[in-house]
């Protein structure tokens, strides 16, 4: 009896709840409740059916599907490349003017002043070249497919030099040595993992070798007895033996930075100084932009780059070449207050009191709360180990668990870390504009308590 109060799909999807919705995926999502729904009266899992609950249901699933999977969060974590939290953001200014060019026949792949096709890379090229002196630059998707890219034009079925201490393996299982086995590279490990001097790169070169490479340790670094050779004796090494010298950077930042985060880490500037045939590393790290791998060098060298037909599996589109173009801009006109990356990172430890503070007290009687000087990291395999210093609000709540606080603000789009079995807001991330928001959210979950 139950079974046959089923509702037959061609009549339930004409029910007036559905006015509005695409039809084929109403049809198609009812189909799916339906049959649920029998296989669960036959097996005596359902003794009742409401019609309107499954109105509800098919339109909650509809809801589902077609709203946005992407949501906007507040990064109360204190980690300012937060990988799995989209890393660097980009200041509206230049997103706005990024919108004109997407939204806009452009000239893309058009000379304006020949009248004719032109090159894609040139609008992102001049500025490379005016800002970090380099002879030529080439954008692709990400670092990864840099180091792929490099490798495979100039090293397929030839040695590539590289240090024990540096076959990194990064987020996502991306593996160094994998990644010169499929681009056709031979890998050549010299020195241990420990301790790698000029001498081993020496003695490793021989008629099949064809780059001396040194590679970023993101995410990690060898410390004790323990000892590595600078790019720059790496560099003129090659330049010895007329081979090709490449550092993948995973993360270059151009600027200099604060609490001595730079002694480790070049950078592209201090680099460039040293006349090297390749440099690669990533456009949403610490260059704070979007994402995407650049690639700086010899003109040489960028011009057979260019002419590898896996070049146009990996190149960038107008979107990524229009925001990138827009934040090199931002450097050049030394506006670096509109890179939000650069602009958390150099917040002072007085104004980040402040807002903690400010937030403390829009919060009185409502939590128990604590301001806390502690330490946070970048992130993103950058400055891998290196803390700067940052403040946090400490959240207690009746006699909830961290976890479970954690997890009440993450329901409610805030991401916060637990650290000593307390949850923290670290203010080193959360947005200025988004002060107000915090606290609104937090009043509205927790004035009930």
């Given at each position: 009896?139950?079974?046959?109060?089923?509702?037959?799909?061609?009549?339930?999807?004409?029910?007036?709840?559905?006015?509005?919705?695409?039809?084929?995926?109403?049809?198609?999502?009812?189909?799916?409740?339906?049959?649920?729904?029998?296989?669960?009266?036959?097996?005596?899992?359902?003794?009742?059916?409401?019609?309107?609950?499954?109105?509800?249901?098919?339109?909650?699933?509809?809801?589902?599907?077609?709203?946005?999977?992407?949501?906007?969060?507040?990064?109360?974590?204190?980690?300012?490349?937060?990988?799995?939290?989209?890393?660097?953001?980009?200041?509206?200014?230049?997103?706005?003017?990024?919108?004109?060019?997407?939204?806009?026949?452009?000239?893309?792949?058009?000379?304006?002043?020949?009248?004719?096709?032109?090159?894609?890379?040139?609008?992102?090229?001049?500025?490379?070249?005016?800002?970090?002196?380099?002879?030529?630059?080439?954008?692709?998707?990400?670092?990864?497919?840099?180091?792929?890219?490099?490798?495979?034009?100039?090293?397929?079925?030839?040695?590539?030099?590289?240090?024990?201490?540096?076959?990194?393996?990064?987020?996502?299982?991306?593996?160094?040595?994998?990644?010169?086995?499929?681009?056709?590279?031979?890998?050549?490990?010299?020195?241990?993992?420990?301790k790698t001097h000029l001498r081993d790169y020496e003695n490793a070169i021989c008629e099949k070798t064809s780059m001396l490479m040194k590679v970023h340790k993101s995410n990690y670094e060898i410390v004790g007895f323990s000892s590595e050779v600078k790019f720059e004796d790496i560099s003129n090494l090659a330049k010895q033996h007329n081979l090709i010298d490449y550092y993948d950077m995973g993360s270059g930042h151009i600027d200099e930075l604060p609490y001595g985060l730079g002694k480790n880490e070049p950078s592209i500037k201090e680099l460039m100084k040293q006349n090297p045939s390749l440099l690669s590393f990533s456009g949403d790290k610490l260059l704070g932009s979007v994402q995407a791998g650049i690639i700086i060098g010899k003109k040489e060298l960028i011009s057979k780059i260019k002419k590898n037909q896996l070049l146009r599996m990996l190149r960038v589109d107008k979107i990524t070449l229009a925001l990138l173009e827009e934040s090199i801009n931002l450097y050049l006109k030394n506006e670096l207050d509109k890179i939000p990356t650069l602009k958390m990172l150099n917040t002072s430890i007085e104004m980040l009191e402040n807002r903690a503070k400010k937030v403390q007290k829009s919060l009185e009687n409502i939590l128990k709360t604590e301001v806390l000087n502690t330490n946070t990291l970048v992130g993103g395999g950058t400055t891998p180990n290196r803390k700067i210093p940052t403040v946090a609000l400490s959240l207690e709540f009746k006699d909830f668990k961290a976890n479970k606080i954690e997890k009440i603000l993450r329901d409610n789009l805030i991401i916060s870390r637990i650290e000593n079995d307390k949850v923290l807001l670290d203010f080193r991330t959360i947005l200025e504009e988004d002060l107000e928001k915090l606290e609104n959210i937090l009043k509205e979950i927790f004035k009930n308590g």
């Amino acid at each position: 009896m139950l079974l046959k109060s089923i509702p037959k799909v061609d009549r339930f999807i004409t029910n007036i709840a559905f006015e509005g919705l695409a039809k084929s995926l109403i049809t198609k999502i009812s189909k799916e409740k339906i049959s649920n729904l029998r296989e669960n009266i036959l097996q005596n899992k359902i003794l009742s059916f409401d019609e309107n609950l499954l109105i509800k249901n098919v339109i909650d699933e509809y809801k589902n599907i077609t709203s946005s999977s992407l949501k906007p969060l507040i990064n109360a974590t204190g980690i300012i490349v937060h990988t799995n939290l989209g890393r660097s953001l980009l200041h509206k200014e230049t997103l706005e003017k990024a919108f004109n060019i997407a939204t806009s026949y452009n000239n893309l792949e058009y000379d304006l002043q020949k009248g004719q096709r032109g090159e894609r890379y040139e609008h992102i090229t001049k500025s490379l070249k005016e800002l970090l002196d380099c002879e030529d630059a080439l954008v692709v998707n990400n670092n990864a497919s840099a180091v792929f890219l490099i490798l495979n034009t100039f090293c397929k079925n030839k040695e590539v030099v590289v240090s024990r201490g540096e076959l990194v393996e990064i987020g996502g299982s991306f593996r160094v040595p994998e990644v010169m086995n499929q681009s056709g590279a031979i890998l050549k490990e010299i020195g241990t993992t420990n301790k790698t001097h000029l001498r081993d790169y020496e003695n490793a070169i021989c008629e099949k070798t064809s780059m001396l490479m040194k590679v970023h340790k993101s995410n990690y670094e060898i410390v004790g007895f323990s000892s590595e050779v600078k790019f720059e004796d790496i560099s003129n090494l090659a330049k010895q033996h007329n081979l090709i010298d490449y550092y993948d950077m995973g993360s270059g930042h151009i600027d200099e930075l604060p609490y001595g985060l730079g002694k480790n880490e070049p950078s592209i500037k201090e680099l460039m100084k040293q006349n090297p045939s390749l440099l690669s590393f990533s456009g949403d790290k610490l260059l704070g932009s979007v994402q995407a791998g650049i690639i700086i060098g010899k003109k040489e060298l960028i011009s057979k780059i260019k002419k590898n037909q896996l070049l146009r599996m990996l190149r960038v589109d107008k979107i990524t070449l229009a925001l990138l173009e827009e934040s090199i801009n931002l450097y050049l006109k030394n506006e670096l207050d509109k890179i939000p990356t650069l602009k958390m990172l150099n917040t002072s430890i007085e104004m980040l009191e402040n807002r903690a503070k400010k937030v403390q007290k829009s919060l009185e009687n409502i939590l128990k709360t604590e301001v806390l000087n502690t330490n946070t990291l970048v992130g993103g395999g950058t400055t891998p180990n290196r803390k700067i210093p940052t403040v946090a609000l400490s959240l207690e709540f009746k006699d909830f668990k961290a976890n479970k606080i954690e997890k009440i603000l993450r329901d409610n789009l805030i991401i916060s870390r637990i650290e000593n079995d307390k949850v923290l807001l670290d203010f080193r991330t959360i947005l200025e504009e988004d002060l107000e928001k915090l606290e609104n959210i937090l009043k509205e979950i927790f004035k009930n308590g």
